[in-house]
C-alpha cells in the first residue's frame, strides 16, 4: 500500500493553440503536479498521528474550553476552509498546507459523527450506513467523470475536489464505525486498537499477497485508521480508571501535534514524499514535459 504504481508525479495536457490564420499550427503541453504526497510509511504514520489530534483536539475544544459540539464545529468547519482554499491555490503538494488540511478535516469528520450521535440521536447504525453510501456515491461520481480514483493522479481541481470530499466522509465514517465496534464489542481502547491494527494488516496481506486492488487498499487502509488513531487517543487521554493511562487531551494533543511537525518539516525539507519530479522540472515546465515525452523502453 506505499505504492500503487512508478508513475511520475505530473501528467501531460497537450493543446492546440489557434494563431491567426485559422486553424491551430501548434501544440502547447499544460503539466499539473501531483498536489498529495506519494503514500510511503511516513504518509501512514502521519495519518495514523491526525486522527489521533482529530479524536483528543475535538474532546479538549469540547470539554477544556467549554464551546460545545456546535461551537467546535462552526469553528475547525470554517478553520478548514481556510486552509483548504489554501491547499487549492497551491500548484503543486506542499507538506505543511496539505497535512494541516489533513489535521483539520480529521477533527470535523469526528465532529460530524459526535453531532449526528450525540445532538441528533441517530443510532451509530445509521450514520454509519449512511457514511458508507454518501462514500460509495462519491467515488462513484469521481471514477465515472474522471475515470480513475488513483491518487497519483490528483492533478486537476475536479479530482482535488473529489480527493478531499472523500477523505472528510473516510473520516465520518471512520470514527462512526470505530465507534460502533468499540461499544458493541466493548473492547476498551488497547484492545480496538490492537482490533483495528489486525485489520489494516489484512488489508496489507490482502494487497500485497493476495493482489486486492491497490486503490481500494488504499482506501480501505484509509477508513480503518481512523479509528486506530482515536483507540490509540483515547487510551493515552482518558482517565485510568475508564481503561486509559491519564495522559489528558492536552498533554496528548501536545504530544502528537509536536511529533506531527517534526515529520512534516522533515518532509518539506527532505521531500521523500514526492515522487521523481526535480525542483527544476517545476521551475522549467517545458524541460518537464520533454521528459515526461522521451521513451522509457
Not at 187 to 209: C, D, E, N, Q, R
Not at 223 to 238: E, F, H, K, M, N
Request: aromatic share 10%; hydrophobic share 50%; charged share 15%.
Amino acid at each position: 500500500m506505499t505504492n500503487e504504481t512508478s508513475e511520475t508525479n505530473e501528467t501531460s495536457e497537450i493543446s492546440a493553440a489557434p494563431s491567426a490564420d485559422g486553424p491551430a499550427v501548434r501544440e502547447r503541453h499544460r503539466l499539473r503536479w501531483n498536489k498529495v504526497p506519494e503514500v510511503t510509511v511516513y504518509f501512514w504514520i502521519i495519518k495514523v498521528l491526525c486522527t489521533t489530534v482529530g479524536e483528543t483536539a475535538a474532546d479538549l475544544l469540547n470539554e477544556k474550553a467549554g464551546l460545545g459540539l456546535t461551537g467546535v464545529s462552526v469553528l475547525m468547519s470554517a478553520l478548514l476552509a481556510v486552509v483548504l482554499v489554501a491547499q487549492f491555490r497551491t500548484r503543486t503538494y506542499r507538506a505543511g498546507v496539505y497535512w494541516l488540511a489533513v489535521a483539520l478535516i480529521s477533527v470535523v469528520g469526528t465532529l460530524i459523527s459526535d453531532n449526528l450521535t450525540d445532538n441528533l440521536g441517530v443510532p451509530l447504525e445509521t450514520s454509519t450506513t449512511v457514511f458508507a453510501i454518501v462514500l460509495a456515491v462519491v467515488f462513484v461520481v469521481w471514477y465515472r467523470r474522471e475515470r480513475t480514483l488513483s491518487i497519483h493522479h490528483i492533478d486537476t481541481t475536479g479530482r482535488e475536489s473529489f480527493y478531499w470530499l472523500s477523505v472528510l466522509f473516510t473520516f465520518a465514517l471512520g470514527t462512526a464505525a470505530g465507534d460502533l465496534v468499540s461499544e458493541r464489542m466493548n473492547l476498551g481502547y488497547w484492545l480496538s486498537a490492537v482490533l483495528f491494527a489486525l485489520a489494516i494488516a489484512a488489508v496489507a496481506v490482502a494487497h500485497f499477497a493476495l493482489g486486492l486492488n491497490a486503490v481500494w487498499s488504499f482506501w480501505i487502509a484509509y477508513v480503518l485508521t481512523r479509528p486506530l488513531g482515536a483507540s490509540i487517543g483515547d487510551y493515552l487521554s482518558q482517565p485510568t480508571g475508564d481503561g486509559g493511562l491519564g495522559l489528558g487531551t492536552v498533554i496528548t494533543s501536545a504530544l502528537f501535534l509536536a511529533v506531527i511537525l517534526g515529520l512534516v518539516v522533515y518532509l518539506g525539507v527532505t521531500r521523500k514524499d514526492v515522487s521523481n519530479v526535480s525542483e527544476r522540472d517545476v521551475a522549467e515546465p517545458g524541460r518537464a514535459a520533454r521528459h515526461a515525452a522521451r521513451p522509457t523502453g
